[in-house]
């Protein structure tokens, strides 16, 4: 039914103040509506998954013009309903009362009937549908018999029926015209109610099909409540009968057929219409508040729900006002003023169909009122609107305050909205706002014009009704326009100022960002980051002011970095070609063109997954070129480096194409044998042992290298349920075990034999990532001194790990199982991070620290290091050249291309480097000619015995020279005593380090000794 029965309890009013020409002035009401109607149904069905009806559905209508629009649509919506519920349980109460209930009053039924419908609602929808309908149901069927029942038995009295006749206020056109719009205002109030039939559209099972059946059949049934009812009882009781109690005047329409069980039938006609019409706002108008909630429209505890999903804030809201407007009597002046609210409510629906019609015709459209209609839904709301300008007046100037007060609730109730979003979002204070501004301002417009309108009605003569109307209807008029410029046109500026400002942040925080991020990342050579992400949206303003060019400026603004992001993304392809050689970069070791060690361990992972999902066996081997040392020493890196690339060839043309070779690192290589028995890959390690003894390797023109490898086995299959790291660590353990029993052999990894060893070596390196969460490390810092001035001039940071029991755990411990587990990677960013922040800290005193740290050749290796680095130094800035980076010669011969990179890299932000160990082989030699050394470390075993050996001496004093021809300066280790100190200087050597200078100490006991009080250096502190 809709709402449509609301016509029953506005009958006796419209008859009393417009006479028997209420009833046309129904039925161009009821024409109005239908006109709006299929407008209202295509609104609904853009977005079926809400619920609130046609109003709630404007908050996303007008979203891209003003969220103060929306809101005011669906809260004048539900304004509009309020009364209605309290009314229509007042007036069942009413009729009970008479008829068979004397002795219990009428306001406590009404609440009773109230809060007993508002109980049925807290049940769930599916209760209050099994009950409406049942209600709905003996309702029609008794309006239906009250219309039937007269016109079979011919007691119709057809004259009287069709004599329409309008009373007027005062004489003269304009006092029939006013009468007249007053009429179709408060007509206006049950009219459209079959509107009501859309409030439940998301809780609707297959809604395009359903909502256009539940409004034509709406439609239909308020044809019998608007225009058959009151025709028929019209010339039936004639229109003094329907002014009265129609309770006790409709008998006459169920008497041929019910007999003394007539006004039985009208009670219940009655009752049962009134039951609907307090059913209907709880369960219907009470969802527009929850969805405006949920729109962000109000303040968010309407939108709370129960484990029934009924919203009981909003239902309970509804129930608790419907009683207070219940207990003032729900007078004649209350019911117009909210007719004001329910009017915006049904009007503002039909402009929104209008607008996304002419601005947004792509939007999908399961449902498509005829274009026509769309036009006559327009024209509709404009005739509510004049109604209300021309007939609101009459109900005097605290109706008309009331009713704008009424009005403008809802957007008090969206500032209290904003506020607290803006306290949620940590925002405090009340933001001013040009909407604030405008609308206050046109509040005191509204305020004078109501004295004018007291002060110029005062002084009208009495006896000029005309004139008195003619002021009340201005009044409404500048009233209604208040509405329009104080709140909606406000609303509509601050939203596209809103919008363009959201946009602006959007598009600086968001595409400009990432358009910048990405050019630096472009310019750095990093292609996968080098992306920008064009997702802005476009401003829509449909407005040909200011506001529109605004809006149309910044669209082209974004237009154009919509282009600068496709050119960067043009430029990013072209550069594909090369990516496939990046990643063959990033995969293989570029000196032997086989895996890197991150590779082979990515491969490892998914070979292990694979045995256990194929239930197969594989194994790995771990194989490491016996005195390989001996080779780069005798002949060089150069010549080192040939044969490991001759090595890796062999290996890469001995086994089979599935299976996988890396070199881990240095001269050690590993071997991935895809689905074998342990016996089959026992064969296959023992052949590539014999091979690799019986090959010759061709170096310097005829010169043949031999050389000798000890092998590790492990195998492993589904059941192990070992990991890549465990399987390496396995076949490492094997592999010492075969250089500790001669070399040249091989060795297999037994889960019996090796499990202590496998354990401990384990326990290390969860001891070194325990170290790593929880700041275990330590650095204590050793002096240099410069001979010459004999001053401290840096220090060298030397690693050490505190123990459970707070013992020092020296690096020997730990640093061999750290690099060949990798983590070593981890423990150098520590070093270089912790004493970047040492120097910064020291700089913030007002010191200059210069500090050495050692720096491993596993990291030195990985490609991504120096980026890993680069913050930390972009950080210190030009304090960055008083960190040295100490190279050995074995981080170097693990990759010389990525040695020399990374030095290239780190000096580029001022660092230098030192060149660690100088002279105990001839790859020091070497690495001076592609290292950007500034220092020689001169190795210290040519300075332990240095005052006692002439041979010692020569070899220090030609390093000295070599040095300074190169322009680089030198360091002595392991100074041990004075006489050493002097023939030091002697020889020319520029800075000594060793245990007579000093030994390795916390940094602050160096800098500051005990007695001087200083702020302590720690990692943490410093991180």
Same mark, same amino acid.
């Given at each position: 039914?809709?709402?449509?029965?609301?016509?029953?309890?506005?009958?006796?009013?419209?008859?009393?103040?417009?006479?028997?020409?209420?009833?046309?002035?129904?039925?161009?009401?009821?024409?109005?509506?239908?006109?709006?109607?299929?407008?209202?149904?295509?609104?609904?069905?853009?977005?079926?998954?809400?619920?609130?009806?046609?109003?709630?559905?404007?908050?996303?209508?007008?979203?891209?013009?003003?969220?103060?629009?929306?809101?005011?649509?669906?809260?004048?919506?539900?304004?509009?309903?309020?009364?209605?519920?309290?009314?229509?349980?007042?007036?069942?109460?009413?009729?009970?009362?008479?008829?068979?209930?004397?002795?219990?009053?009428?306001?406590?039924?009404?609440?009773?009937?109230?809060?007993?419908?508002?109980?049925?609602?807290?049940?769930?929808?599916?209760?209050?549908?099994?009950?409406?309908?049942?209600?709905?149901?003996?309702?029609?069927?008794?309006?239906?018999?009250?219309?039937?029942?007269?016109?079979?038995?011919?007691?119709?009295?057809?004259?009287?029926?069709?004599?329409?006749?309008?009373?007027?206020?005062?004489?003269?056109?304009?006092?029939?015209?006013?009468?007249?719009?007053?009429?179709?205002?408060?007509?206006?109030?049950?009219?459209?109610?079959?509107?009501?039939?859309?409030?439940?559209?998301?809780?609707?099972?297959?809604?395009?099909?359903?909502?256009?059946?539940?409004?034509?059949?709406?439609?239909?049934?308020?044809?019998?409540?608007?225009?058959?009812?009151?025709?028929?009882?019209?010339?039936?009781?004639?229109?003094?009968?329907?002014?009265?109690?129609?309770?006790?005047?409709?008998?006459?329409?169920?008497?041929?057929?019910?007999?003394?069980?007539?006004?039985?039938?009208?009670?219940?006609?009655?009752?049962?219409?009134?039951?609907?019409?307090?059913?209907?706002?709880?369960?219907?108008?009470?969802?527009?508040?929850?969805?405006?909630?949920?729109?962000?429209?109000?303040?968010?505890?309407?939108?709370?729900?129960?484990?029934?999903?009924?919203?009981?804030?909003?239902?309970?809201?509804?129930?608790?006002?419907?009683?207070?407007?219940?207990?003032?009597?729900?007078?004649?002046?209350?019911?117009?003023?909210?007719?004001?609210?329910?009017?915006?409510?049904?009007?503002?629906?039909?402009?929104?169909?209008?607008?996304?019609?002419?601005?947004?015709?792509?939007?999908?459209?399961?449902?498509?009122?005829?274009?026509?209609?769309?036009?006559?839904?327009?024209?509709?709301?404009?005739?509510?609107?004049?109604?209300?300008?021309?007939? =609101?007046?009459?109900?005097? %100037?605290? @109706?008309?305050?009331? &009713? +704008?007060? $009424?009005?403008?609730?809802? !957007?008090?109730?969206? *500032?209290?909205?904003?506020?607290?979003?803006?306290?949620?979002?940590?925002?405090?204070?009340?933001?001013?706002?040009?909407?604030?501004?405008?609308?206050?301002?046109?509040?005191?417009?509204?305020?004078?014009?109501?004295?004018?309108?007291?002060?110029?009605?005062?002084?009208?003569?009495?006896?000029?009704?005309?004139?008195?109307?003619?002021?009340?209807?201005? =009044?409404?008029?500048?009233? %209604?326009? @208040?509405?329009?410029? &104080? +709140?909606? $046109?406000?609303?509509?500026? !601050?939203?596209?100022? *809103?919008?363009?400002?959201?946009?602006?942040?959007?598009?600086?925080?968001?595409?400009?960002?990432?358009?910048?991020?990405?050019?630096?990342?472009?310019?750095?050579?990093?292609?996968?980051?080098?992306?920008?992400?064009?997702?802005?949206?476009?401003?829509?303003?449909?407005?040909?002011?200011?506001?529109?060019?605004?809006?149309?400026?910044?669209?082209?603004?974004?237009?154009?970095?919509?282009?600068?992001?496709?050119?960067?993304?043009?430029?990013?392809?072209?550069?594909?070609?090369?990516?496939?050689?990046?990643?063959?970069?990033?995969?293989?070791?570029?000196?032997?063109?086989?895996?890197?060690?991150?590779?082979?361990?990515?491969?490892?992972?998914?070979?292990?997954?694979?045995?256990?999902?194929?239930?197969?066996?594989?194994?790995?081997?771990?194989?490491?070129?016996?005195?390989?040392?001996?080779?780069?020493?005798?002949?060089?890196?150069?010549?080192?480096?040939?044969?490991?690339?001759?090595?890796?060839?062999?290996?890469?043309?001995?086994?089979?194409?599935?299976?996988?070779?890396?070199?881990?690192?240095?001269?050690?290589?590993?071997?991935?044998?895809?689905?074998?028995?342990?016996?089959?890959?026992?064969?296959?390690?023992?052949?590539?042992?014999?091979?690799?003894?019986?090959?010759?390797?061709?170096?310097?023109?005829?010169?043949?290298?031999?050389?000798?490898?000890?092998?590790?086995?492990?195998?492993?299959?589904?059941?192990?349920?070992?990991?890549?790291?465990?399987?390496?660590?396995?076949?490492?353990?094997?592999?010492?075990?075969?250089?500790?029993?001669?070399?040249?052999?091989?060795?297999?990894?037994?889960?019996?034999?090796?499990?202590?060893?496998?354990?401990?070596?384990?326990?290390?390196?969860?001891?070194?990532?325990?170290?790593?969460?929880?700041?275990?490390?330590?650095?204590?810092?050793?002096?240099?001194?410069?001979?010459?001035?004999?001053?401290?001039?840096?220090?060298?940071?030397?690693?050490?790990?505190?123990?459970?029991?707070?013992?020092?755990?020296?690096?020997?411990?730990?640093?061999?199982?750290?690099?060949?587990?990798?983590?070593?990677?981890?423990?150098?960013?520590?070093?270089?991070?912790?004493?970047?922040?040492?120097?910064?800290?020291?700089?913030?005193?007002?010191?200059?620290?210069?500090?050495?740290?050692?720096?491993?050749?596993?990291?030195?290796?990985?490609?991504?290091?120096?980026?890993?680095?680069?913050?930390?130094?972009?950080?210190?800035?030009?304090?960055?050249?008083?960190?040295?980076?100490?190279?050995?010669?074995?981080?170097?011969?693990?990759?010389?291309?990525?040695?020399?990179?990374?030095?290239?890299?780190?000096?580029?932000?001022?660092?230098?480097?030192?060149?660690?160990?100088?002279?105990?082989?001839?790859?020091?030699?070497?690495?001076?000619?592609?290292?950007?050394?500034?220092?020689?470390?001169?190795?210290?075993?040519?300075?332990?015995?240095?005052?006692?050996?002439?041979?010692?001496?020569?070899?220090?004093?030609?390093?000295?020279?070599?040095?300074?021809?190169?322009?680089?300066?030198?360091?002595?280790?392991?100074?041990?005593?004075?006489?050493?100190?002097?023939?030091?200087?002697?020889?020319?050597?520029?800075?000594?380090?060793?245990?007579?200078?000093?030994?390795?100490?916390?940094?602050?006991?160096?800098?500051?000794?005990?007695?001087?009080?200083?702020?302590?250096?720690?990692?943490?502190?410093?991180?």
């Amino acid at each position: 039914m809709g709402g449509s029965n609301q016509s029953l309890f506005l009958l006796g009013v419209l008859l009393i103040g417009q006479g028997s020409a209420a009833v046309p002035l129904l039925v161009i009401g009821l024409l109005l509506s239908l006109v709006a109607m299929p407008g209202w149904i295509e609104l609904l069905l853009m977005w079926p998954n809400r619920v609130g009806g046609i109003a709630a559905v404007c908050g996303e209508a007008f979203r891209p013009y003003s969220a103060v629009l929306a809101n005011l649509a669906g809260t004048c919506y539900w304004w509009g309903w309020v009364p209605t519920c309290g009314l229509t349980s007042l007036l069942s109460a009413a009729a009970l009362h008479a008829w068979y209930l004397p002795a219990v009053p009428v306001t406590p039924m009404a609440i009773g009937i109230l809060l007993l419908f508002t109980g049925l609602n807290f049940l769930g929808i599916r209760k209050v549908t099994s009950v409406s309908v049942v209600i709905a149901a003996g309702a029609g069927l008794l309006a239906f018999l009250s219309v039937v029942i007269p016109v079979f038995t011919g007691h119709v009295d057809w004259q009287q029926a069709t004599h329409f006749a309008l009373k007027s206020p005062f004489d003269g056109i304009f006092g029939s015209v006013t009468s007249a719009m007053a009429g179709l205002y408060l007509i206006g109030f049950a009219a459209p109610a079959f509107e009501a039939a859309g409030c439940h559209v998301g809780e609707t099972k297959d809604p395009n099909r359903n909502v256009p059946r539940a409004f034509y059949a709406s439609a239909l049934m308020a044809g019998l409540f608007f225009v058959a009812i009151p025709v028929v009882w019209l010339g039936v009781v004639g229109p003094h009968g329907l002014e009265g109690d129609l309770s006790q005047t409709l008998g006459p329409t169920f008497a041929p057929l019910f007999g003394g069980f007539a006004r039985g039938a009208a009670v219940c006609l009655i009752v049962l219409n009134m039951f609907h019409g307090t059913l209907q706002p709880l369960a219907g108008a009470s969802r527009t508040l929850s969805q405006l909630s949920e729109d962000g429209l109000l303040p968010r505890v309407f939108a709370k729900r129960s484990a029934r999903d009924v919203p009981w804030v909003a239902t309970a809201g509804t129930a608790a006002m419907s009683i207070v407007f219940l207990l003032l009597g729900d007078p004649v002046w209350m019911i117009a003023a909210a007719n004001l609210t329910y009017l915006i409510g049904i009007a503002l629906p039909s402009v929104a169909v209008w607008l996304l019609r002419r601005h947004s015709p792509t939007l999908a459209r399961p449902y498509r009122a005829p274009r026509g209609l769309v036009g006559l839904g327009l024209f509709a709301a404009a005739v509510w609107a004049l109604s209300a300008v021309l007939g =609101f007046q009459q109900f005097g %100037l605290p @109706t008309v305050v009331f &009713g +704008l007060a $009424l009005a403008y609730s809802g !957007a008090g109730l969206y *500032a209290l909205r904003t506020w607290q979003d803006r306290r949620r979002s940590g925002q405090i204070g009340v933001r001013t706002s040009l909407h604030k501004k405008l609308t206050g301002a046109m509040l005191l417009v509204m305020s004078l014009d109501s004295v004018g309108y007291l002060i110029a009605v005062r002084f009208v003569n009495s006896a000029d009704p005309g004139l008195i109307a003619a002021l009340e209807d201005i =009044f409404v008029a500048v009233s %209604l326009i @208040t509405i329009t410029v &104080g +709140l909606v $046109l406000p609303g509509v500026i !601050a939203h596209t100022a *809103a919008e363009v400002a959201s946009a602006a942040d959007r598009l600086a925080t968001g595409t400009l960002s990432e358009f910048t991020r990405a050019m630096e990342n472009f310019a750095s050579g990093d292609l996968d980051s080098a992306s920008a992400p064009y997702n802005t949206k476009r401003i829509v303003v449909h407005s040909s002011d200011e506001l529109g060019a605004m809006a149309e400026s910044f669209n082209m603004m974004q237009d154009e970095v919509g282009r600068a992001a496709t050119a960067l993304a043009v430029a990013r392809n072209e550069m594909r070609g090369s990516r496939s050689n990046l990643v063959q970069l990033a995969q293989t070791d570029p000196l032997t063109g086989v895996s890197n060690r991150r590779h082979f361990e990515d491969e490892l992972e998914r070979e292990v997954a694979l045995t256990a999902s194929l239930r197969r066996s594989s194994a790995l081997l771990v194989m490491d070129l016996d005195n390989f040392k001996y080779v780069n020493d005798s002949h060089g890196h150069a010549v080192g480096d040939l044969v490991l690339m001759q090595v890796a060839r062999m290996l890469r043309g001995r086994l089979r194409s599935t299976d996988g070779v890396a070199r881990l690192g240095g001269d050690e290589f590993a071997v991935l044998l895809r689905d074998v028995t342990s016996k089959r890959a026992e064969e296959i390690a023992r052949s590539l042992l014999d091979e690799l003894r019986e090959a010759r390797f061709t170096v310097e023109g005829d010169h043949r290298l031999q050389l000798s490898v000890s092998i590790g086995i492990t195998t492993f299959d589904g059941d192990d349920r070992l990991s890549p790291a465990e399987l390496l660590v396995n076949a490492d353990i094997a592999m010492y075990d075969a250089k500790e029993g001669g070399r040249d052999r091989l060795a297999l990894a037994a889960a019996d034999v090796h499990q202590e060893r496998v354990k401990s070596r384990q326990s290390w390196l969860d001891r070194i990532r325990h170290a790593l969460e929880h700041d275990l490390f330590e650095l204590h810092a050793q002096p240099i001194l410069h001979l010459e001035t004999r001053q401290v001039r840096s220090y060298e940071l030397l690693l050490r790990m505190r123990g459970d029991s707070g013992e020092l755990i020296p690096p020997v411990a730990f640093l061999d199982i750290a690099e060949r587990s990798g983590m070593i990677r981890d423990i150098d960013h520590w070093v270089i991070r912790t004493a970047c922040g040492m120097i910064a800290e020291a700089d913030r005193r007002g010191e200059e620290l210069r500090l050495e740290v050692n720096v491993s050749g596993v990291s030195v290796s990985e490609p991504g290091f120096s980026a890993l680095l680069e913050p930390h130094l972009v950080a210190l800035g030009p304090l960055a050249k008083q960190l040295v980076i100490e190279l050995t010669e074995t981080a170097a011969v693990g990759n010389l291309a990525h040695a020399t990179q990374f030095a290239s890299d780190l000096a580029r932000h001022g660092c230098e480097f030192a060149l660690d160990d100088f002279g105990a082989g001839f790859g020091g030699f070497y690495y001076l000619k592609y290292l950007p050394c500034q220092y020689l470390k001169i190795d210290g075993e040519f300075i332990k015995a240095l005052p006692s050996s002439p041979v010692d001496q020569v070899f220090v004093r030609a390093m000295v020279e070599l040095a300074h021809g190169l322009g680089k300066q030198t360091i002595a280790e392991f100074v041990e005593d004075e006489e050493t100190l002097d023939l030091l200087q002697t020889l020319g050597v520029d800075f000594g380090q060793g245990y007579h200078i000093g030994r390795p100490a916390p940094l602050t006991e160096q800098l500051h000794p005990p007695g001087r009080v200083t702020p302590t250096l720690t990692p943490s502190a410093v991180r």
